[in-house]
């Protein structure tokens, strides 16, 4: 049984993998891929075992849940070591003092009067045997309540904890195995609904050292949809049996990425990102704790701001692109990933789908109408590429009227063609060359589509306008009608077009955007992908399978229609990860907006100013503790007491002073401009999270290199 259907290059659905004749030759291990200096290996053998049972408490949002020990909430008064070392000596030196004092008789025989009130007076004889073990035994009892008081004192059971053996104790003991019942390599869920058999052959495979955690998670989502009814349990039981921890497989085939850059956990759908600074500014549950992302937290969108070096996309879009690569492979979600030509997005082999346009190398072309044979749609996703960032954020603006343009020539082509026109076709029309125009007009007549026609009547009265955005759309076409674009964009179906309808599986694209040369047109591709992803996750059927678009550079793409696109992602299980440089890649009133709509922000260290102003008004203040010392020097009236503060001014060289402490509450800012752009240090970013259920997380310090 396989997972999902495959794709074919324009996006629709083309049926179950084909299976070879006789049992598949299922390798006696996964193959490994390499991994980057200083990561941990996907988990394997014992390894897979030791991870696939390693407690996963529920945390707060943004914690890496993997053997994660929760914290209490605030943190506990702690005594500085040095503080708690000297304490614990005065304390044992005042106890050697009390107890050289008693046994030099300097504070009496007092001490003495219960010994000899208890032993009796036939003891009493010189060397008895009886009355040394007594009166030793009364010394010893005498000892150990002085130790005992003086112990409590000086907090020697803190430094035992602390320090000693208790401290030492840190690594984890071997425990015997889990119950089948209870184990979840023993698939005890598989066991409770009769499929005993498949529940063997899966622990067997991961007791052997076949199975990893991508499998693992192919197998589990499997699984679920056999739960959900979308799969028989005979066939799903059919499957496991064959082929083991191979079931199931992707449509790739792939059971793994060729490598792995970051750590994973596809248990939770986590990738960790970093390491929450031990700051005062972060919450005590928070400090020292990973800090990861899940689909979860991509759900609400994440939008990262630094300048180029920063770490964008080597710390963030990079793992976040693996993680949601691994899980396409498990069957959980769908990626597209788009970015400039070696911007280091991953290996080509890590990807389904790689689209690389200008380049005459590229397999895949991209469907310039998003799949769509409906002409309005296509016409409103077109506009929004072409002139979308031209349009404010008021209604009947170029965009809106850029649509309408577009929807009077392309209902009338496809009616005519049968397809919508290509890059030189279109450019044509909107310039409004008498040829295709009079082409275009016949062919409606001579197949009596006489609305059509009204639609192309109303076209060419608005050329003679001064004000029609035709021209401005031609213009803008124009950019994609060069040399270089020649082979690509292609309507009349000889090419291997991709089309964003296919994220209804789970497929892994990657686009890699023409930047020499073309970087207006790369920005246009760019707000193409993001209106057809919008236009495309929103309608789909099935919702199970997150979808997710990785944009490693944002610039010019944001528009008003982007913005609401975005708000409509969480509803659709689906959501964008956004980087830019700065915002002042994005129109002034589209900031807010921008920071509104997405639910994860982060600022990275090299921030300006001005830009760490917008995070500091989306981020808000929170009430907090301000303390006041005031210094105020002390009057002495008295000889003696003139004489002390002499003495004291002598040794410390300060005048003797009284130190008064007002604490108020206050309303701050939880991060401030300056703060953000002076006091993040490299490799750090403040990051904010909100996950699909509306928990959220306040502005946290990460360490990205850790």
């Not at 702690?78 to 304390?91: D, E, T, W």
């Not at 030793?136 to 320090?163: D, F, K, N, Q």
């Not at 803008?476 to 309507?491: E, I, K, N, Q």
């Amino acid at each position: 049984m396989d997972s999902e259907g495959t794709q074919d290059a324009r996006g629709t659905q083309a049926g179950p993998v084909p299976r070879p004749a006789g049992p598949p030759q299922v390798p006696a291990a996964p193959p490994r891929p390499t991994r980057a200096p200083g990561m941990p290996p996907p988990p394997d053998g014992s390894a897979f075992l030791s991870w696939l049972r390693t407690a996963r408490p529920e945390a707060l949002p943004g914690i890496w849940r993997f053997g994660h020990r929760p914290r209490p909430e605030e943190e506990p008064e702690r005594i500085p070591g040095r503080q708690l070392f000297s304490g614990a000596l005065i304390a044992f030196l005042v106890g050697w003092l009390i107890w050289s004092l008693l046994w030099n008789g300097y504070l009496g025989g007092w001490w003495l009067l219960p010994l000899y009130a208890m032993i009796p007076d036939s003891w009493a004889e010189p060397h008895s045997f009886a009355s040394v073990v007594a009166v030793y035994a009364y010394y010893v009892l005498v000892a150990g309540i002085i130790m005992v008081g003086v112990g409590r004192l000086g907090r020697w059971g803190e430094i035992w904890r602390r320090y000693g053996p208790p401290a030492w104790r840190r690594a984890p003991r071997d425990e015997p195995p889990p119950a089948p019942e209870e184990d979840p390599a023993a698939w005890p869920a598989l066991r409770a609904a009769g499929a005993v058999d498949a529940a063997e052959r899966l622990a067997s495979d991961a007791r052997a050292g076949m199975m990893r955690d991508v499998d693992h998670a192919r197998i589990a989502r499997a699984w679920q949809g056999v739960r959900n009814g979308r799969h028989s349990l005979a066939t799903f039981t059919g499957a496991v049996l064959q082929d083991g921890a191979a079931a199931c497989p992707h449509p790739s085939g792939a059971r793994d990425l060729p490598a792995r850059q970051a750590r994973h956990d596809l248990l939770t759908g986590q990738v960790r990102l970093g390491t929450t600074a031990d700051d005062p500014r972060n919450p005590y549950v928070y400090r020292g704790t990973g800090l990861a992302l899940g689909p979860d937290l991509l759900g609400t969108s994440l939008l990262a701001v630094g300048p180029a070096g920063s770490g964008k996309t080597g710390g963030v879009v990079l793992p976040v692109a693996e993680s949601l690569c691994l899980q396409a492979l498990a069957g959980k979600s769908a990626v597209v990933v788009v970015g400039a030509a070696g911007a280091g997005l991953g290996p080509a082999d890590a990807y389904d789908v790689v689209v690389r346009i200008g380049s005459p190398d590229s397999v895949y072309d991209l469907d310039l109408y998003g799949g769509t044979t409906d002409p309005d749609e296509a016409a409103a996703v077109l506009a929004e590429a072409l002139v979308g960032d031209l349009a404010d954020p008021h209604p009947g603006s170029d965009s809106r009227r850029s649509t309408t343009v577009l929807a009077q020539l392309l209902g009338p082509f496809r009616a005519v063609h049968g397809r919508f026109p290509s890059v030189p076709e279109l450019r044509q029309l909107l310039d409004g060359a008498p040829g295709p125009l009079a082409a275009l007009r016949k062919g409606l007549q001579d197949a009596g589509q006489e609305s059509l026609l009204r639609e192309l009547d109303a076209r060419e009265r608005q050329l003679a306008h001064p004000g029609d955005v035709g021209g401005v759309l031609a213009d803008r076409v124009a950019l994609l009608d060069r040399p270089a674009f020649a082979g690509f964009f292609d309507t009349s179906g000889q090419s291997r077009p991709f089309s964003l309808k296919a994220l209804d599986h789970p497929v892994r694209v990657r686009v890699d955007l023409p930047q020499r040369g073309h970087a207006d047109a790369s920005r246009m591709l760019a707000r193409l992908v993001l209106a057809q992803f919008t236009a495309s996750v929103t309608v789909r059927e099935d919702r199970s399978l997150f979808a997710c678009l990785v944009l490693d550079d944002a610039t010019g793409v944001i528009t008003p229609e982007a913005v609401r696109g975005i708000q409509r992602l969480r509803s659709a299980n689906a959501g964008v990860v956004l980087t830019l440089r700065t915002l002042d890649d994005v129109p002034r009133p589209l900031r807010g907006p921008l920071l509104g709509a997405t639910g994860c922000r982060m600022a990275l260290a090299g921030l300006t100013p001005w830009d760490g102003q917008d995070f500091a008004e989306v981020w808000g203040k929170e009430w907090t503790e301000a303390r006041d010392v005031t210094d105020r020097q002390i009057i002495a009236e008295s000889p003696a007491g003139k004489a002390v503060h002499a003495l004291r001014r002598a040794i410390t060289g300060k005048a003797p002073t009284a130190r008064a402490v007002t604490v108020r509450q206050v309303e701050r800012e939880r991060w401030s401009a300056s703060e953000l752009a002076h006091a993040v240090p490299a490799g750090h970013a403040v990051l904010s999270l909100t996950n699909v259920k509306g928990e959220h997380a306040p502005p946290l310090l990460v360490d990205l290199r850790e």
